[in-house]
């Protein structure tokens, strides 16, 4: 599995189009889902999809996104498996992008 998707971590750009793949079907999954709840509705930015999958799914950045909207019921384990997606990927793209460096 892990040959599959990340090279073992000696192939970073496979764990980059992974999270570029998950960030286009997160983006896709929450502009058909709608809007979530804000947590402080006069505080709230403007609803954008690409956006929250963005920050829930690159753990290094923060947008703001991520803390200002509600996900409940499905929306809630999406959030949850794009972040430890996020979390996976990301770190392996950083491994691998030190690894390519060493070998240099």
Do not use: C, N
Request: hydrophobic share 50%; glycine share 8%.
């Amino acid at each position: 599995m892990q040959d599959v998707v990340v090279g073992f971590g000696y192939v970073p750009s496979r764990a980059l189009i992974w999270l570029s793949a998950l960030l286009f079907t997160a983006t896709a999954y929450f502009q058909a889902s709608g809007p979530l709840a804000a947590i402080k509705p006069d505080e709230a930015p403007t609803w954008d999809p690409f956006l929250y999958s963005l920050d829930v799914l690159i753990p290094f950045i923060s947008l703001g996104h991520d803390t200002v909207w509600d996900p409940t019921g499905r929306d809630k384990a999406v959030f949850i498996l794009l972040m430890v997606a996020g979390w996976v990927l990301t770190t392996t793209v950083i491994a691998g992008l030190g690894r390519v460096l060493q070998r240099q």
